[in-house]
């Protein structure tokens, strides 16, 4: 069965500081991987997709980066501010799924001042 | 601006009382999607369409219908809601099934069911 495991589960730290989170999959045959953002009680939106060949990708202070050999994706939040207060959601898709996606259940992180 | 709506934001209604929560892009995407997201369980798929007259069941389908008579609108429709149906709803759509496409979703739904 495909499967996301997301760690840790929750995350605080201080404002101003780097943080990694950790996404590890079962999903094949691989496609593609996506880290979202979801602020509370708001839909998620996308930070990153990545397909096998790609194994960095960045949006601004947010780094992903993906072993597919070892199926570990990561993202890395540079300098943090409290607006990175949130869920954040791996999901991996297989190819030939058509549009199934396989979420993660997410890690979230509390920024304090 | 794109985006996916989604109407009502919030509801509380009755059990067995039939409710319709709405869902539109302004996209053109061909593919649409139903998810209910509860605490500790992450987001799950309750119904996908690949386009017009389209749709299939994903993960968790029971007590749910929905239709796709048109691009655009992916309706969720609740015959006889149940309080195990109490959940934050999201409606998501893409382009395609590419490698690279996009998934946009909604602001979502709070639903509460008494």
């Known amino acids: 069965k495909n499967q996301v495991e997301q760690s840790p589960q929750s995350l605080i730290i201080l404002e101003g500081k780097n943080c990694t989170l950790q996404?590890?999959?079962?999903?094949?045959?691989?496609?593609?991987l996506r880290w979202y953002k979801q602020d509370t009680g708001r839909g998620p939106v996308s930070l990153t997709i990545?397909?096998?060949?790609?194994n960095t990708k960045s949006n601004g202070r947010y780094t992903a980066t993906l072993d597919a050999d070892t199926k570990q994706s990561s993202l890395h939040i540079t300098a943090s501010q409290l607006s990175d207060s949130a869920s954040y959601i791996c999901?991996?898709?297989?190819?030939?799924?058509?549009?199934?996606?396989?979420f993660g259940k997410g890690t979230s992180l509390l920024v304090t001042p | 601006e794109a985006q996916v709506t989604q109407n009502p934001r919030y509801l509380i209604t009755v059990t067995g009382k039939k409710l319709t929560v709405t869902c539109s892009q302004n996209?053109?995407?061909?593919?649409m999607s139903w998810y209910r997201q509860d605490p500790g369980l992450g987001l799950r798929q309750i119904y996908y369409?690949?386009?017009?007259?389209?749709?299939d069941k994903g993960d968790v389908p029971e007590g749910y219908k929905v239709s796709r008579k048109e691009k655009r609108n992916f309706p969720l429709i609740l015959e006889s809601p149940s309080p195990n149906q109490t959940s934050l709803y999201f409606c998501?759509?893409?382009?395609?099934?590419?490698?690279?496409?996009?998934?946009?979703f909604g602001q979502g739904t709070r639903l509460t069911v008494v």
């Open positions: 996209m053109n995407h061909e593919y």
């Open positions: 998501a759509s893409s382009l395609s099934s590419g490698q690279n496409t996009e998934a946009f």
């Open positions: 369409s690949m386009n017009v007259e389209v749709t």
């Open positions: 999901v991996v898709s297989a190819i030939n799924s058509g549009y199934a996606l396989n």
């Open positions: 996404c590890n999959y079962t999903v094949s045959p691989f496609s593609n």
């Open positions: 990545m397909t096998f060949s790609e």
